[in-house]
C-alpha cells in the first residue's frame, strides 16, 4: 500500500502542476540524481522560426523555400511548421511523391524537380558548394537548426531556424545542480546547434544527432550509474521517456501518448516545476523514513 504521507505529497504537488501517478514514481522522483532533457518544446518553447535563408546561386532562394514549404505542408515535424510559414501563401505548388525520414527530413518531387529538405548532415558535403558549408556552421554555432534544400541533387539553400530556449532554462539548470543533480541534453540537432544551447542554458553534457531509438540507448546506460529523469514532449522521444527511470512529460506541449505513457506529468511548461517537484519529493520522503 502507499503510504498516506505520500499521498498527501502527491496530492500537494498537483495543487503546483505537478501530476505524480503513482506512489513508487514520487519515490524514484525523490531519488533521481541525473535529469536529462529533450531540446525541442522542452529546453526551448517549440516556436521555431525561419531567421536566415542562404543560396550557392545568389537569386534562387525564394524558389527553394517555396519547393521546401511544398514538401514540409506534408509534414507534422515543428520544422515544417516554420518552413512553410516563411512563405506568403496561396503560392505553393502541390509536391508529388513525398517521403519522410524521421532525424533527417523529406524527399518528394514538386514541379518535375527531385526536392529534398533536411538536416545538413543528411544533405551537405564537406567539401564544395558555394560556401554552403560554411554558412551551415556560422548559423548552428549561434545556436539556429539547419535546414538544407537540394534541388535535383544539388545543395541549394541553407536555413537557419531559430526555436529559443526557454525564459527560466538557465535557472532550472543551476537549481537542478545546485541539488547535486547532473543536468544533460539529447537531441536529434546537429553537434554545433545543440552545444551552443547547452552552453547557453549552463549544459555541459550533450547528446547531438539522436534518433529516437538512441535516444533511449543513451537513457539506459545512464540508469546503470545513477537514477535517471528524462523530460521530453514525446515527440521524437516516447521511447526515452519510456525507458527513464522517472518519464516526465511537459505540459501543452506535450502530446497525448506521452502525457500517458510518463511517470509524472506538467501541467503547464513551466521548467522550474521540476526542481520544485524533486524538493518536494526529497522532503517527502524524508518524512516518511
Ligand atoms: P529533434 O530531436 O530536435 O526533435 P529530429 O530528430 O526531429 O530533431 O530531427 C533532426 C534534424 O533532422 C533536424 O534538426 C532537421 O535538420 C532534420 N529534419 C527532420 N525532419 C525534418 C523536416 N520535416 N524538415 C526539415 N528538416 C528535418
Ligand atoms: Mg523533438
Not at 524537380?113 to 554558412?135: H, I, K, N, T
Not at 543533480?181 to 555541459?204: C, M
Not at 523530460?231 to 526515452?240: Q, R, S, T, V
Not at 506521452?258 to 520544485?276: C, K, M, N, Y
Request: net charge negative; no cysteine.
Amino acid at each position: 500500500a502507499v503510504p498516506v504521507t505520500v499521498i498527501s505529497a502527491i496530492g500537494s504537488a498537483s495543487r503546483f502542476g505537478v501530476i505524480v501517478k503513482s506512489g513508487a514514481a514520487f519515490e524514484r522522483l525523490g531519488a533521481v540524481r541525473r535529469v536529462v532533457f529533450d531540446k525541442t518544446g522542452t529546453l526551448t518553447r517549440n516556436v521555431p522560426e525561419v531567421v536566415a535563408v542562404e543560396s550557392a546561386d545568389a537569386g534562387s532562394s525564394d524558389a527553394a523555400l517555396i519547393a521546401a514549404a511544398a514538401l514540409e505542408m506534408r509534414s507534422t515535424h515543428p520544422l515544417a511548421r516554420a518552413i512553410v510559414a516563411a512563405v506568403p501563401t496561396g503560392q505553393l505548388p502541390v509536391a508529388q511523391d513525398v517521403t519522410e525520414e524521421a532525424g533527417r527530413g523529406l524527399a518528394g518531387l514538386v514541379d518535375g524537380v527531385r526536392v529534398r529538405v533536411g538536416s545538413a548532415r543528411w544533405l551537405l558535403d564537406a567539401e564544395g558548394d558555394g560556401g554552403l558549408v560554411s554558412a551551415a556552421e556560422r548559423l548552428a554555432s549561434v545556436g539556429m537548426t539547419v535546414v538544407v534544400i537540394e534541388l535535383d541533387g544539388r545543395a541549394s539553400t541553407v536555413i537557419g531556424i531559430r526555436d529559443e530556449l526557454r525564459p527560466e532554462a538557465g535557472e532550472t539548470v543551476a537549481t537542478l545542480r545546485a541539488q547535486g543533480i547532473e543536468v544533460a541534453l539529447l537531441t536529434g540537432d546537429s553537434a554545433r546547434t545543440a552545444e551552443a544551447l547547452a552552453h547557453t542554458a549552463g549544459i555541459a553534457e550533450v547528446h547531438h544527432e539522436q534518433l529516437p531509438t538512441d535516444k533511449a540507448r543513451v537513457i539506459e546506460q545512464y540508469r546503470r550509474t545513477a537514477t535517471t529523469a528524462m523530460i521530453g514532449d514525446g515527440i521524437n522521444d516516447a521511447p526515452a521517456l519510456a525507458t527513464a527511470d522517472v518519464g516526465i512529460a511537459m505540459g501543452q506541449t506535450g502530446s497525448a501518448a506521452a502525457l500517458e505513457s510518463a511517470d509524472i506529468a506538467f501541467v503547464g511548461t513551466d521548467l522550474r516545476q521540476l526542481p520544485r517537484a524533486i524538493a518536494h519529493a526529497r522532503r517527502g520522503l524524508r518524512i516518511m523514513t
